[in-house]
């Protein structure tokens, strides 16, 4: 198993950046497949990012693709998502999510964080 704990989240005024990091516990971090999700009030969780378990690959929805960065660290055991050029409506909170395998991965999680809020102000 392996424990996610989210940081870095805020309010930040749109057009603004910020970095949230998820460090993980409790297993091999390498090993496993990340991803960041997000949940706006009223709505469904939907996916934002994946990275694969080297950091050599890389996915995104279409609605943040070019503004947010995903990447990890596996020697600190922690996976990061840059923001940038917020908009107000990526305001939600956010998670970050972990499973086995070597592959990107949109769906099928098994673990994860207790999220972090992000609120972006116009």
């Known amino acids: 198993q392996v424990q996610l704990v989210e940081s870095g989240g805020g309010l930040v005024q749109a057009g603004g950046s910020l970095r949230l990091s998820c460090a993980a516990s409790g297993s091999t971090f390498s090993t496993y497949a990340m991803g960041w999700f997000r949940q706006a009030p009223g709505k469904e969780r939907e996916f934002v990012a994946a990275?694969?378990?080297?950091?050599?690959?890389?996915k995104y929805a279409d609605s943040v693709k070019g503004r947010l960065t995903i990447s990890r660290d596996n020697a600190k055991n922690t996976v990061y998502l840059q923001m940038n050029s917020l908009k107000p409506e990526d305001t939600a909170v956010y998670y970050c999510?972990?499973?086995?395998?070597?592959?990107?991965?949109?769906?099928?999680?098994?673990?994860w964080g207790q999220g972090t809020q992000v609120t972006v102000s116009s």
């Open positions: 999510a972990a499973r086995k395998g070597y592959a990107l991965y949109s769906t099928g999680y098994d673990y």
């Open positions: 990275i694969t378990w080297s950091g050599g690959n890389t």
